[in-house]
């Protein structure tokens, strides 16, 4: 049994799975534990293969900050804090800016730091079993791995004070309805659906899926002039490439084999994308 409380897998399909494995602590961070998450972050960003997977171990995501790691140092205790602060920081930021399609999937308590990782994915897949809840304030601290600004992108300013000024827990169900995640299954459904999400990206076109990931993260911080000629770039370029090509031609093939057009259109099926 391992006993690192962070692990790389890396899977045949290329899915590669960044497994937190302390479930007896709630893969709580403390410094050894947000240093390994750093370490394992960056393993990833080096060869992220064709789709990530965020997986914890156990019945919870992640607990947060370990608050027993947090008291009782004294004049150390700040320091401590932005050590394991800086070290989570740093994987939220890898991660956030993996070109391949990262997955997430949570389970019981993210708390604290751990709701922070878990939005670091580009799709989010909750068990029934979730809880979110920020927690910073009823413990006299401030929100870290990001979820301030991730909160605010997501939800608006309204909801993200509301969840991080009033420490209000979300279910999974009320994360799908507030678009915090991207869908709910049962418990025992999870682990299957999150690696079947992250093996169908995986396997789909890799140059398309990085494009698009490109222009979602970018889309953010330009105007709508400079993103829609953005978007025309980037899928005249895509649409000029082999992989494109054969995929189009693939496409329509496979629909036009034995049909005439009037068939395809009272079918509903589609003769472009624009």
């Avoid at 370490?39 to 947060?64: I, K, T």
């Avoid at 150390?76 to 070109?99: F, I, N, R, S």
């Avoid at 809880?131 to 791995?145: K, N, V």
């Avoid at 890799?206 to 911080?221: D, H």
């Amino acid at each position: 049994m391992s006993t690192q409380p962070v692990r790389v897998v890396r899977h045949p399909d290329t899915v590669v799975e960044l497994l937190l494995d302390d479930p007896g602590r709630g893969n709580a961070l403390d410094l050894p534990t947000a240093e390994a998450l750093r370490d394992a972050a960056a393993q990833v960003a080096a060869d992220p293969g064709g789709a990530v997977l965020l997986r914890a171990a156990g019945g919870n995501f992640c607990v947060g900050g370990d608050l027993r790691a947090f008291t009782g140092l004294g004049a150390d205790t700040g320091p401590y804090v932005q050590a394991v602060a800086d070290a989570a920081h740093q994987a939220v930021q890898a991660l956030h800016e993996l070109p391949v399609p990262v997955v997430s999937a949570v389970r019981g308590a993210a708390a604290g730091g751990g709701i922070g990782l878990a939005l670091a994915g580009d799709i989010v897949v909750a068990a029934r079993s979730a809880r979110f809840r920020l927690a910073y304030t009823a413990i006299g601290l401030t929100p870290d791995c990001g979820a301030s600004w991730i909160l605010q992108h997501l939800l608006g300013p309204r909801r993200a004070a509301d969840l991080i000024l009033t420490n209000r827990v979300l279910t999974g169900e009320d994360a799908e309805r507030w678009g915090l995640v991207s869908r709910v299954v049962a418990d025992d459904e999870l682990d299957e659906t999150a690696y079947r999400t992250a093996a169908d990206l995986a396997a789909g076109s890799g140059t398309a899926l990085r494009a698009a990931k490109e222009l979602l993260r970018a889309a953010g911080e330009a105007s709508l002039a400079k993103h829609l000629a953005e978007e025309a770039r980037s899928i005249a370029t895509l649409a000029g490439g082999a992989e494109a090509q054969a995929a189009m031609t693939s496409f329509l093939a496979a629909r036009s084999r034995g049909r005439g057009p009037a068939e395809r259109t009272a079918a509903g099926e589609p003769q472009s994308v624009s």
